[in-house]
C-alpha cells in the first residue's frame, strides 16, 4: 500500500461505501488531503459512471476493495475495516446498511468514536426518504431550480454543482469534519444526516432573505444576480463567445460604461428598472460589435467586474489559474488540484487517476489495521484482489 501522504487529514482513515455522485466526491476531498480512504466497491448491482478510469478524478488516491456486503461475511469484513477506522461515508439509501447487519449502532458498537457520514437526496427520515431521486429532482424541492433560468424561459439545470456536490458532498464534509471535532472532546462518535435538499436549502439562505425582505421575486430572470439587471449579464461577442458583467457597485458600473465607450448622460440611470432593457439592448449591441479577446484586453486591467467567459478546454490555461497552480496537468490532460490552500500542512500532488492494477487483498486488510486478513478473506466476501 502506498505511503502516508502529506496534508492536514494525515493520519486519518476513511471507508467509502462505492456510489455515485457526492460520496465519492468527498472521499477524493478526504485523499487529497491527506487522509487515507478506502473505497468499497460493490460485487454488484451498482451504477457506474461512464468515465474512463485513467480520468476518474474523483477516485484519485483511494485504494479500493470489492465486498459483497449481501454475503453473509460481508458485515465481518466492514466492521473488521470501521474499527480501525475514524469515518464510515454511507452512499445508500435509508436503511439499507440497517438490513446488511451493518447499521449505526452496530458500527458505533464496534468503534465508539466512529462519525458516520450518511449520503442521501432526500434524507434519512421524511415522506420522500426511501423514494429514488437525483440531483435535479432534489433542486425542484428546494426553489433553487425555479430560481434559475432566464425571464419567461423554462428553469435551466446547474450541472450537479449546487445538488450533487455543493448542497450534497460540501455539507457531507463539513458535517463529519464538525462531528470529528466534536468527538475528539467527548470521544463519542455520532451520524451525521447530510441531505442534499438539506443543503441545497441552505444555500438558499441569501436568496431566501432578500425574498422575504421583498428584494426577490418569484419570477426568475428578473432580479438582481439571476441576470435581470443588464449590469449582471452574459453578452455575446461578435465571434460568438461571451463576456460576463457583474458591475453592481456604482464605481465598478463606472468602470464598466468607460470601457464600453458610453456616457452616463446618455443612458438611464443603473438602478432604474425601467430603464434596464435601454440599458441591455445597448450593452449587447456594444459588446456585438468585438470579440470576446478583444473585450477581454479592453477590461483585463479594470475593476469593471467583467470577464471572458472560458470553456473546460480553456480555463485550465488562464493565466490566473496557471499562476495559481489551480489544475494539474498530467500527459496534456487537466484535472483540479487539491482545495483549498494551507499555509503549514501543505498536501503533496494527489496520485494519478489510472486504471486500476492489483494487490493481495490480504495486504490490503493487513494494511488496514484488519486483525486476521486471512480470517476475512476465508468468508468470501471479500474478492481475493484489491485495486488501487
Known sequence: MEARRSGPLSGMRIVELGGIGPVPFAGMYFADLGAEVLRIDRQQGGFDMPIDPRFDTLQRGKQRITVDLKHPGGAQALLCLVEQSD????????????????????????????????????????????????????????GALHAIGRAGGPPQLPLSLVGDFGGGAMYLISGVLAALWEAGRSGQGQVVDAAIVDGVSHLMASPYSLFNGGAWTDERGTNLIDSGAPFVDVYETSDSRHMVVAALEPQFYAQLLDGLGLAVADLPRQWDQDGWPQLRETFTAVFGSRTRDEWTAVFEDTDACVAPVLSMAEAPRSAHLAARGTFIERDGHHEPAPAPRFSRTTPGEPPAPSAPYEIPAAQALGAWGAADPDAVLATGAVLDRVRV
Do not use: F, K
Not at 449505526?104 to 458498537?109: A, I, K, S
Open 87 to 142: 469515518v464510515l461515508l454511507d452512499s445508500y439509501r435509508p436503511g439499507v446498511l440497517e438490513r446488511l447487519g451493518v447499521g449505526p449502532q452496530v458500527c458505533l458498537e464496534r468503534n465508539p468514536r466512529l462519525v458516520i457520514g450518511r449520503m442521501t437526496g432526500w434524507g434519512q427520515e421524511g415522506p420522500l426518504a426511501q423514494r429514488a431521486g437525483h440531483d435535479p429532482t432534489y433542486l425542484a424541492h428546494t
